[in-house]
């Protein structure tokens, strides 16, 4: 039985895909590693069936036209073996001993009385030239290896929130709902992290640095160079995001799930304002403008807790001033980890 299919969505990435996947093979058949070649142009196809070839009871590959990270993803929850499933960027790499405890986890837990919709695990930043620079951990909010609900977790800090590394959906549930993500995007994995969480009743724990996510690249998504060249996409996923739920659904979860919630929209509306503040030809304000109107107009309630939230509310609302130590302190945060 296959406990955790691990998706790797892979656009030219001949140079670490194998360091990436080679990380993963030794947690044995209850793995599920699927490469999804996302129309490359490099090596990256011949190495990914080179690779299957070589680790045959773990390793599978599609291919596939380009679609983005997203698409990657879709074909990950539409032909995963696993009972859960993660995603995993070919630059990162998964922690083989951490993957090993995951999978004993797992299998506690491999009956459906006992699944758990979400498994959440730490994580850590790396950069280029050494790994685990920073380490996230979620032991402050959850027991390890117990069954937990929303409701017998501990509250979320204002400042923790989880990342794409951090999640371990159950595939079964978001193949019950018919989840899929958007093509030729990117910064679509804040979608990811938030749409599913109101089906989400059950999650497990895993005190352990599985995943550790390369910062500091020059050509990655995340530099600021890069999300400012992106902005209208960045800007559109997180309007995506905010308008999934209405407070009316949010209001009726659980407490520290509805707090969460707010909190996570809040803290990337904060992001995105940021970036806004920061852009040139004054595209920004009219972006912003654009943001903030859509979320009204989607629904006044929510958009009213938005804006009175701490987070959202400095940069939606505040002068000058006041934008410009929070784009200081933000950067302070992100330099702290490389980016």
């Given at each position: 039985m296959k406990l955790l299919t691990l998706v790797v969505p892979s656009y030219n990435v001949e140079s670490c895909l194998r360091r990436c996947v080679e990380r993963m093979v030794p947690a044995g058949p209850e793995a599920d590693v699927l490469i999804v070649d996302d129309g490359s142009?490099?090596?990256?196809?011949?190495?990914?069936?080179?690779?299957?070839?070589e680790h045959p009871d773990i390793v599978r590959v599609i291919h596939q036209e380009n679609g983005g990270h997203g698409e990657g993803l879709n074909q990950g929850i539409r032909n995963a073996l696993g009972i859960y499933l993660k995603s995993v960027d070919a630059d990162d790499r998964i922690d083989s001993e951490s993957l090993i405890a995951m999978l004993d986890l797992l299998r506690q837990h491999a009956a459906p009385e006992t699944w758990a919709d979400l498994v959440v695990n730490d994580y850590v930043y790396d950069h280029p030239d050494r790994e685990n620079v920073f380490a996230v951990r979620y032991n402050h909010i959850f027991r390890p290896g117990r069954l937990?609900?929303?409701?017998?977790?501990?509250?979320?800090?204002?400042?923790?929130?989880?990342?794409?590394?951090?999640?371990?959906?159950?595939?079964?549930?978001?193949?019950?709902?018919?989840?899929?993500?958007?093509?030729?995007?990117?910064y679509e994995d804040n979608l990811y992290i938030y749409q599913p969480l109101p089906w989400v009743r059950t999650v497990l724990y895993l005190p352990r640095p599985l995943y550790g996510y390369t910062v500091a690249q020059e050509n990655q998504s995340v530099s600021e160079a890069n999300l400012l060249r992106r902005m209208d996409q960045n800007t559109e996923m997180i309007t995506r995001m905010v308008c999934t739920w209405k407070w009316e659904e949010i209001r009726v979860l659980p407490p520290h799930l509805r707090g969460y919630m707010l909190s996570f929209l809040s803290g990337q509306l904060l992001n995105v304002c940021v970036l806004h503040e920061r852009a040139a030809e004054g595209r920004g304000p009219e972006l912003n403008r654009k943001m903030w109107e859509r979320i009204r107009a989607f629904d006044p309630e929510l958009y009213r807790r938005l804006r009175r939230h701490?987070?959202?509310?400095?940069?939606?609302?505040?002068?000058?001033?006041?934008?410009?130590?929070?784009?200081?302190?933000?950067?302070?945060?992100?330099?702290?980890i490389g980016l």
């Open positions: 142009t490099d090596g990256t196809p011949a190495l990914a069936d080179a690779l299957a070839a937990e609900t929303w409701k017998s977790c501990r509250p979320f800090p204002i400042w923790k929130q989880f990342m794409i590394h951090s999640m371990c959906y159950r595939t079964a549930l978001l193949r019950e709902h018919g989840y899929t993500l958007p093509k030729h995007t990117f701490p987070s959202a509310a400095v940069m939606a609302s505040a002068g000058p001033a006041v934008r410009k130590i929070a784009y200081t302190v933000s950067r302070a945060a992100q330099k702290k």
